[in-house]
């Protein structure tokens, strides 16, 4: 009687005895099928069951081990026909002691940590495998030459390991149907050469890899006929692979990335009929798109983007290939108006013609036709007019993107039909008018309409539905900010060069997930008060620009900063991907506008989860720069100029080690430079110009080797290279009397300030005492001008040690008498340069 054991995971049966409990002594003549999934299970195991002689099928699947499941000889299990082990761990040379299994048919080894090479021994006794699964692991080294030997296998699954070398080693696999040597280091050849006697060959998967083209060139056809190709990336093949060119029964080919050269091979259309799908992305095509001769009803996607196909779009795209549901023609050269007869493709669900040379309208069919439409895609082109008509039928779209374009007048209310539109870009056009308050019953995640002329507030029903990426910059939008901003989990939201104001206190009080937010402006917006300390709550936050606004305050010390690269890939994925339940690979890319180095970048798209930064330049920020980084030690930029900040230069920002820009200039800040700031090795752009800072320069070595005079400019009190050396100049007295933490030493400056004028005075009464005409006309010139900051007893004696005595009293008498009646009297004043904290050099004032 044959017995089976299957044992359910944990989570559905919590009372079951754990599998280490089980005597499989007394089952090892009859047991048959033996399935563990989500168990504990002793290293071991695999040892323990090594007597179950009638055992022909086992699977272990997400299984908890101690260690790895190891054995130590072969497995004489002769009757297995079956071994899957998938997401358990197992040790490194199980390959090679797995021989002595003569019926083993299925061999499936999936995410088992497996590493080194495939070993001859052991492995390459398996000669009856049918299908082998080895994908996810760690293998490394060439295929062995063993592989000649399984004639009967018909899969193999080879994808994601690091296997390298040629594929010779596959030319006998005579029974071989399906080939998966995707995302490893193998050298393929483009004619597939190796593979041509493999008569059942029909899907072969061998993307990310090395595709190089042959100096000779296969004259011969090959033997198989393919279903399914799909070779994208990596290489520069030139020409047609030429057994394409025999190939009719294909449905499925991707040849991406591996720089194909030629015009388009409608030729590819004509020979197979059953053709489903052609990707050929990012190659060196070129010249116009040229249709088949018939039409070909079952095409559904094509994606031809990133090429350098010109010439207008053929009018009859829509008649040739009417069952198209993707259709990618993005990132050419392509012109003219977008055919009418696209809006004959009734099936068409995706649409991308966007980074083309397109103009003229957009066409009423298509915005009639088209009902199944769920993302549209027309960015950066010269298309203008209205957008659509009230003649619309495109109410199932989920994206729209017009961004880049010359469109013109109000944003159309047919949009209001489209309930569930997630996304929404209309970004650098000419429209006008108000937000329309229908977008609240919409469910827009990504909302981007920057670069217009679009005016009035923001309206509160904009908040009615989970906001993410919220980008009104560059427009004439006024008001406060809605107050309904606080419940809203932002991800990135952009509102610099509008007219906005009012206080930012609770605006981002829920808003735990942002990593962007941007809401300077050079010109327009006057957001005041305090910086929110609710910013301090963003978990994920990337990049603060507050720059150019009228904020006061300190600076809140808990603010975060987080590279998304530092941060779940999930999450990342999450943020760039265009909807999480839409068939289209369109990703989200919001364009981000952030000032690094001194200068303005754009950045978007995966460059984002590299960045972070804090632009709070050109406030009214006061108090003294935070002692302690921990929680931005991965920040790029730090801009706090044009501020009326004090204090020290904290050493503590030593510890930012991958700045690359850093912007103190135009405060009051005071003392030395940190020494410890050489150790920034990845700064590439420093200023501290226009503070009160004292002392050294920093030591010109590595980054600060490149710094020159501008990064130190308006600082009366530093010395060193790149400025005047301090062993010259009077410079170097006055950095020598400051102190340690940065303030002149008082009673230094008390005896130069007494000295210089006992010098001053005395030369003037020696040249009075020689000359008595111009002692006479000094007596008559202080009656309207008298000394300044003169001390009544030191001119006693002065005046005393240099006159007779006679003389003495009556000038003495005239010069009191002329300082008390002016009213001058010495005062105490501290050193401060020219205030530095209006916004007249690098800050635009509002």
Not at 98 to 121: F, H, R, V
Request: hydrophobic share 35%; proline share 5%; net charge negative.
């Amino acid at each position: 009687m044959a017995v089976k054991i299957v044992v359910l995971p944990r989570k559905y049966m919590a009372q079951w005895p754990p599998i280490c409990c089980v005597d499989f002594s007394a089952l090892k003549t009859s047991l048959e099928e033996l399935i563990l999934e989500d168990s504990s299970l002793p290293s071991n195991f695999i040892q323990d069951i090594g007597m179950l002689a009638s055992l022909k099928n086992l699977e272990v699947k997400v299984c908890d081990v101690n260690g790895s499941l190891n054995f130590h000889g072969p497995l004489h299990l002769k009757n297995l026909e079956s071994l899957v082990i998938r997401d358990t761990s197992l040790e490194n040379n199980f390959l090679q002691k797995i021989g002595a299994m003569p019926s083993l048919k299925n061999l499936e080894l999936w995410d088992c940590g497996l590493n080194g090479t495939l070993y001859s021994q052991g492995f390459c006794e398996l000669t009856n495998l049918q299908n082998l699964d080895i994908r996810d692991n760690n293998l490394w080294g060439n295929l062995p030459e063993c592989f000649s030997n399984f004639t009967s296998l018909e899969s193999l699954l080879l994808y994601s390991n690091q296997f390298s070398g040629s594929i010779s080693a596959l030319k006998s696999l005579t029974s071989l149907r399906t080939l998966d040597l995707s995302d490893n280091y193998f050298e393929i050849p483009s004619s597939l050469g190796p593979l041509f006697n493999l008569s059942k060959l029909h899907s072969i998967f061998a993307d990310n890899n090395t595709i190089y083209a042959e100096t000779e060139m296969h004259s011969l056809a090959p033997t198989f006929q393919l279903n399914r190709i799909s070779i994208s990336c990596c290489g520069d093949v030139g020409s047609f692979p030429q057994f394409l060119y025999h190939q009719q029964d294909l449905v499925s080919v991707d040849l991406s990335n591996i720089y194909l050269k030629g015009e388009f091979p409608n030729w590819l259309l004509e020979n197979n009929t059953n053709l489903t799908t052609l990707v050929l992305v990012n190659n060196s095509f070129l010249g116009p798109f040229q249709l088949p001769f018939l039409s070909h009803t079952g095409l559904s996607r094509l994606d031809i983007s990133k090429n350098s196909f010109y010439g207008n779009i053929p009018n009859e795209i829509g008649a040739k290939l009417p069952s198209l549901w993707f259709l990618n023609m993005s990132k050419n050269h392509f012109g003219g108006s977008i055919p009418v007869s696209i809006g004959d493709m009734k099936s068409l669900r995706t649409l991308d013609l966007s980074d083309n040379k397109l103009s003229g309208g957009l066409p009423e069919p298509l915005a009639i036709g088209c009902s199944s439409l769920s993302v549209l895609i027309l960015s950066n082109n010269i298309l203008h007019g209205q957008m659509f008509s009230s003649n619309f039928n495109l109410t199932n779209l989920r994206q729209l993107q017009l961004d880049g374009n010359l469109f013109s007048g109000r944003i159309p209310d047919c949009l209001s039909n489209c309930s569930s539109l997630i996304k929404l870009d209309l970004s650098n056009n000419q429209l006008f008018g108000d937000i329309p308050r229908w977008m609240g019953n919409l469910s827009l995640y990504e909302i981007a309409m920057a670069k217009n002329h679009l005016e009035g507030p923001i309206p509160e029903e904009i908040c009615q539905h989970n906001l993410e990426v919220l980008d009104l910059s560059v427009n004439n939008i006024s008001g406060n900010l809605p107050s309904c901003f606080s419940q809203l989990h932002f991800s990135q939201i952009h509102l610099s060069r509008n007219k906005l104001q009012g206080p930012l206190i609770n605006e981002f009080l829920n808003s735990t997930m942002s990593f962007s937010v941007e809401i300077s402006s050079p010109n327009n917006n006057h957001f005041e008060g305090e910086i929110p300390v609710q910013l301090c709550k963003l978990s994920h936050l990337s990049l603060i620009d507050l720059s150019n606004n009228h904020l006061s305050g300190t600076i809140p010390p808990c603010l975060k900063i987080t590279t998304l690269n530092d941060i779940s890939q999930d999450y990342v994925r999450f943020i760039f991907t265009a909807d999480r339940n839409m068939s289209s690979s369109i990703p989200i890319e919001e364009q981000i506008e952030f000032t690094t180095k001194s200068i303005s970048y754009f950045y978007k798209g995966k460059v984002l989860t590299y960045l972070s930064g804090i632009d709070l330049s050109c406030n009214k920020l006061i108090g003294k720069i935070t002692h302690t980084f921990k929680n931005i030690q991965n920040i790029q930029t730090l801009n706090l100029s044009f501020n009326s900040l004090t204090g020290p230069i904290p050493p503590a920002i030593s510890e930012l080690k991958q700045i690359e820009s850093l912007d103190l200039s135009h405060n009051n800040l005071s003392g030395k430079i940190p020494s410890q700031l050489v150790g920034l090795n990845y700064l590439s752009f420093f200023s501290v110009a226009y503070n009160n800072l004292s002392g050294r320069t920093p030591e010109r070595t590595a980054q600060f080797a490149t710094f020159e005079e501008s990064s130190y400019l308006g600082n009366h009190f530093l010395c060193g290279a790149p400025l005047p050396n301090c062993s010259t100049g009077p410079s170097s007295s006055m950095s020598k009397a400051s102190t340690d933490n940065g303030s002149i030493d008082m009673n230094v400056f008390y005896v130069s300030f007494v000295v210089s004028y006992f010098m001053v005075l005395l030369s003037i009464a020696c040249v009075l005492y020689i000359n008595p005409y111009w002692r006479r006309a000094c007596q008559d010139m202080f009656s309207c001008s008298p000394f300044l900051f003169v001390n009544d007893s030191l001119l006693n004696l002065l005046v005393y040690i240099i006159y007779p005595r006679h003389q003495f009293f009556a000038l003495a008498t005239t010069i009191r008498a002329n300082l008390h009646h002016t009213g001058y009297v010495l005062i105490e004043k501290h050193y401060s340069p020219t205030p530095n904290n209006s916004l007249t050099d690098g800050c635009n004032p509002s």
